[in-house]
Each structure stands twice: as structure tokens, then as C-alpha cells.
């Protein structure tokens, strides 16, 4: 995500979308639909550097993977599933994944000659894609495009699957698009399963859209210091920040509506209600305001927080 600087900070550069201040890189948990999740990794980087960086990447990768409760001597395996847009989709980034035997679906970057070969898969090889809630999606198809493509230097085991559907109404499309539809295509090495699943699967990485706005509701929006190694200490609170929100809502809110409210919603509907610490017979009381709402929610929360 790019993070906009309003003054002249150690580091601060000009961006790809012409604006001035830093470029982060970040990995959060996915919870699934039904909440939130907790960043796991954040690699500050000036507003310059590249999207598709792969030292930076893998950097990202192995603090994530460091920051999982995994046990001594644990083979994390196939059972980490490491999702990118098509910034991630190169060489040396998915040579890392395969070295470390981690499961992958990234965005694959089509190249004209590549969206030229997909010309000979047949009609009858399409499958109607799914849409969020797992239904036939009306105007859209995927296909698997393994042996047509020319993958010599790609991981073992590599697939690619495109997807083609009807753009949108004012959407333009682009030159590796054919027949007026909309060519999309990732890599995965993911040998199980059925083609729409797959693609809906790896869509559902724009859930981490959502974790980058909240990010930014918590403290990313803008880094208030100089200097650089201090702007990274920032971006490590923000990260605490989230994570007590994550948590919070996956123990003492699960059942609850506010399981997946965002920070500005909590912070209205929660954190700002009024309350005062009284003491009294050894024993130390929390009162809210009588007239405050969201107190039962609230209260329920705390509850369930309590140690034992």
C-alpha cells in the first residue's frame, strides 16, 4: 500500500501514482469471512520501491512465517497457504515458495504471447466461475492454461488458471484481453480441487484490502516522525494495535455483530464509551455510564477476557 507524507521525512520518495511518501509491504492472517485478521508482517520501504521487489517479498514471507505459534521442529509444509496480487508473481519469488514447500496462489502477469496461446483452448473447456458466496457467476469463465503456456524456469508443479468475464460497464480493457472480455490468470502449485474453486479461492485475497484500510483507521494513515527507523516503530505499534483488536474480537466477540466491525465503528460504538474505576471493599469495580450504548456488549467482552 502507499502511505502519503505531507512534509519531508528521512527516506520519504515520489510513487508510482505520482504522489510523495512510502511504499510498505504487509502480510496479515486470514480469519475468513467471518472476522477480521491480524498483521503478522510490515516492511516499511520507501515511497520508490518497487512492487515486485522479490528480496522483499521473501523478507515479508519469513517474518510472517516467524511470527506464526508454530512448535519446535514444525514443517509448516502445505499447510500455509501464501496469497499475492501479480506483483509477487515472479522467478525468484516462487522459486522461494517452492524451496520452502509452501502452498501458493499468486497473480501471473500474461504476456502478449501468452494471452495469444490461450486462443486454442476450446469453448467447451471453460467453467463457469463463482461468485463470493460460491454461486455460478453469470458472465464469467475459468480454464486451465498449464500446457499451453511456456513455463521453462517456473517452479515444478506450476499451474496456471485464467479467468475471462464480461468487464464491467466504463471499464477498459487492455491489449492481452480477448473477444472484449476481461483476461485475468495465477499461478498456483495447488494439485486438488476444482478450477472455480481455485479462482474463488485466490480472489478472496482482496480480503487483505480490507486489513490495509483498517491499517490505516489505526495509525498508518500517515507517519507522524522523521525518522525512518522511527516511522518503523510506529508501523510495529499499529501492528500490536490490530492485533489486540483482532483478538479481542475472535474471543470476546464471536458471536457477536461487532465480530467483524472496523476500528472507526469500535471506537464509536465501544472504546469511547465513558466509565470510571471505583474502589471500594477491596474490590475494584468498573462503572459505565448508566445511559452509554453498547454497554451489555461491552461488559459481555470484558467478561470473557477475564484471566481463567
Request: aromatic content about 8%; some cysteine.
Amino acid at each position: 500500500t502507499l502511505v502519503t507524507a505531507h512534509s519531508d521525512k528521512e527516506r520519504a520518495a515520489p510513487t508510482f501514482k505520482r504522489g510523495y511518501g512510502f511504499h510498505p509491504l504487509c502480510a496479515f492472517v486470514d480469519h475468513g469471512q467471518s472476522g477480521s485478521g491480524e498483521p503478522v508482517a510490515m516492511l516499511l520501504r520507501p515511497g520508490n520501491a518497487g512492487s515486485n521487489t522479490a528480496a522483499d517479498h521473501r523478507q515479508v514471507v519469513a517474518d510472517a512465517l516467524g511470527q506464526l505459534p508454530l512448535q519446535p521442529g514444525y514443517r509448516v509444509g502445505r499447510k500455509v497457504l501464501v496469497r499475492a496480487d501479480t506483483a509477487g508473481g515472479t522467478h525468484e519469488f516462487l522459486d522461494y515458495l517452492h524451496k520452502r514447500r509452501l502452498s501458493y496462489s499468486v497473480g501471473f502477469f500474461l504476456s502478449d504471447t501468452n494471452a495469444a496461446a490461450l486462443d486454442q483452448i476450446p469453448d467447451t473447456a471453460w467453467t463457469p466461475a463463482y461468485n463470493a458466496d460460491g454461486d455460478v457467476r453469470d458472465g464469467a469463465w475459468v480454464a486451465e492454461a498449464t500446457g499451453l503456456l511456456d513455463l521453462t524456469g517456473w517452479p515444478d508443479g506450476m499451474r496456471v488458471i485464467v479467468r475471462k468475464e464480461r468487464p464491467h460497464p466504463g471499464a477498459q480493457l487492455r491489449l492481452t484481453d480477448r473477444d472484449g472480455l476481461r483476461i485475468t490468470a495465477f499461478a498456483t502449485n495447488t494439485t486438488r480441487g476444482q478450477l472455480p474453486d481455485l479462482e474463488l479461492r485466490h480472489r478472496r485475497r482482496a480480503r487483505c484490502e480490507d486489513r490495509i484500510r483498517c491499517a490505516k483507521d489505526t495509525g498508518l494513515q500517515n507517519l507522524p516522525l522523521h525518522g525512518f527507523d522511527q516511522n518503523r516503530i510506529w508501523c510495529a505499534i499499529v501492528q500490536l494495535a490490530m492485533e489486540l483488536t483482532a483478538w479481542m474480537q475472535l474471543l470476546a466477540l464471536h458471536d457477536t455483530d461487532a465480530r467483524r466491525w472496523e476500528p472507526k465503528r469500535l471506537r464509536l460504538r465501544l472504546f469511547s464509551i465513558a466509565a470510571r474505576i471505583a474502589r471500594h471493599a477491596r474490590r475494584t469495580r468498573l462503572r459505565f455510564s448508566a445511559h452509554a450504548p453498547w454497554v451489555e456488549l461491552l461488559t459481555t467482552a470484558l467478561t470473557r477476557l477475564q484471566p481463567g
